[in-house]
């Protein structure tokens, strides 16, 4: 008796059926995709620790809901921005690092933005208008 070995099936090349693949693989299976989704991002933010600070960040800027969004306070970093100054104030250092404007009243920018303890940054909290 002949075993037949099946095809391995073919790739999906075209972006959009991809994408719908995915969205179909996603619908059938939530548990599974939200557990590799959050592990996925638990490795990268324990392997790189500025990636939660970009996050929220970025949340704190793009969330309609929240008064930094309501201020138009805007986010000009990106993912390597925050990398950067995370290397150049030393915040591996420190033993609860967290992303401060210096300006107040000033966009998230390389130049506004350093990394202090954080309860420092609560000590230097402003009141919210």
């Given at each position: 008796m002949v075993e037949v070995k099946e095809r391995p099936k073919k790739r999906i090349r075209d972006p959009l059926k991809m994408r719908a693949y995915?969205?179909?693989w996603r619908k059938e299976n939530p548990e599974k995709?939200?557990?590799s989704y959050t592990e996925s991002r638990r490795k990268k933010i324990e392997a790189e620790p500025w990636y939660k600070m970009f996050?929220?960040?970025t949340s704190r800027c793009f969330a309609?809901?929240?008064h930094y969004?309501?201020?138009g306070i805007?986010?000009?970093l990106g993912a390597e921005d925050i990398k950067s100054i995370w290397f150049r104030d030393k915040a591996y250092l420190l033993e609860r690092p967290s992303i401060d404007r210096i300006d107040p009243?000033?966009?998230?920018t390389l130049e506004n933005t350093r990394m202090i303890e954080f309860s420092e940054n609560m000590k230097r909290k402003r009141g919210r208008s």
């Open positions: 995915r969205e179909k995709w939200k557990l996050i929220c960040m309609k809901s929240h969004y309501k201020k805007k986010c000009f009243d000033g966009n998230y």
